[in-house]
């Protein structure tokens, strides 16, 4: 069965630093969401992609963070120079259309000191 | 924006017995209303879903109802079982658009052999 795969699994940075996590969405899957889910607590959005641009975003999503889809497969979420509260694990998920079911990835936790 | 209330947070459960997560979401205009199970460090899995139209679903032990009018819906689990252990994280979005989901706070369910 097709999954969603993110990479690293684990990363730890130093605060100010760059990061970009990496996901692979489901190949024939359109729509791709980008969550973080800080210890213990709910799964929260960031933001939504579909056809090459953000179609959505939280409050959360400030100028720190973009997104990519660098060559068709990628899909790439970049925190420009991190804090500590962006220690959190961060899902992609991905979609084939807009009125159902998210799919997963494993996540990537990102740990900021 | 959307609100999802969640409760409660933990639930504890000898097997075999019924266990009931209830949900209260703040936008009349959401109707569409997934569960995600989550173990321990893996990814948030759909369980079951529902959408407006329709007021209950079952699948195997597990069964969600929805109360549009009163804005509630309910992840029912019966005959629980050691592997139920997780916590589940209830959903609700416009689906249309670009919707995105808005999760609930979760509950750790512990059934208990």
């Known amino acids: 069965e097709p999954e969603v795969t993110q990479t690293p699994s684990h990363q730890v940075t130093q605060m100010g630093q760059e990061v970009i996590l990496r996901c692979v969405p489901i190949?024939?899957?359109?729509?791709f969401y980008w969550y973080r889910q800080i210890l213990g607590q709910k799964v929260e959005f960031l933001v939504s992609?579909?056809?090459?641009?953000?179609?959505?975003k939280s409050e959360i999503f400030d100028d720190q963070f973009s997104v990519e889809r660098p060559d068709g497969s990628n899909f790439t979420l970049k925190i420009r120079s991190t804090k500590l509260e962006d220690s959190a694990m961060y899902f992609c998920?991905?979609?084939?259309?807009?009125?159902?079911?998210?799919?997963f990835g494993e996540g990537s936790r990102l740990t900021v000191l | 924006g959307e609100n999802v209330e969640q409760h409660p947070s933990t639930l504890s459960v000898q097997e075999g017995d019924s266990a009931v997560i209830k949900c209260t979401y703040s936008?009349?205009?959401?109707?569409?209303f997934p569960w995600y199970k989550q173990e321990l460090g893996k990814r948030p899995q759909l369980i079951i879903d529902?959408?407006?139209?329709?007021g209950e679903k079952k699948d195997q032990r597990i069964a969600v109802t929805l109360n549009k009018t009163a804005k509630h819906f309910s992840l029912h689990i019966t005959e629980t079982q050691p592997e139920d252990s997780a916590v589940y994280f209830c959903?609700?979005?416009?689906?249309?658009?670009?919707?995105?989901?808005?999760f609930g706070k979760g509950t750790m369910l512990l059934v208990s052999p």
């Open positions: 998920a991905s979609s084939p259309h807009n009125t159902g079911e998210l799919f």
């Open positions: 190949s024939n899957h359109l729509y």
């Open positions: 992609f579909y056809n090459n641009e953000i179609s959505e």
């Open positions: 936008d009349s205009a959401s109707n569409y």
């Open positions: 529902i959408r407006s139209n329709v």
């Open positions: 959903a609700a979005s416009q689906n249309s658009g670009y919707s995105t989901l808005t």
